[in-house]
Nanobody, 129 residues
């Protein structure tokens, strides 16, 4: 069973860059490449909202508000997924969760939180203006 651990969240000022990491463990070597991994953001009092996802073939998709600013990448050898956040703004604040799903290559990437099987505990990002 996959276990996900996020890291990298902190208090930052608007603008600049921050990179979040998602470490996936409990997955046999070579199997991690079969997983799609997504990032969700949850602000206080709100539901988890889709931010970005990366397919097993490294194809990516983003919510419109982060396109051109965030980059999702993966390192299958290290079983890691990264979310590079550039030009941050206060609306990017929230608890960031990574989530994983075992997928086939032709499957579309879900944007709903219930579409993912495994979840991390989250890492807090706070962007001050």
């Amino acid at each position: 069973q996959a276990r996900l651990t996020e890291s990298g969240g902190r208090l930052v000022q608007a603008g600049g860059s921050l990179r979040l990491s998602c470490e996936v463990s409990g997955v046999p070597g070579g199997t991690f490449s079969r997983y799609a991994v997504a990032w969700f953001r949850q602000a206080p009092g709100q539901e988890r909202a889709f931010v970005a996802a990366i397919h097993r073939n490294s194809g990516t998709t983003y919510v419109d508000s982060v396109k051109g600013r965030f980059t999702n990448s993966r390192d299958n050898a290290k079983k890691m997924v990264y979310l590079q956040m550039n030009n941050r703004n206060p609306e990017d604040s929230g608890m960031y969760f990574c989530a994983a799903l075992l997928v086939i290559l032709t499957a579309p990437l879900p944007r709903e939180f219930h579409g993912y099987t495994y979840w991390g505990q989250g890492t807090q990002v706070t962007v001050s203006s």
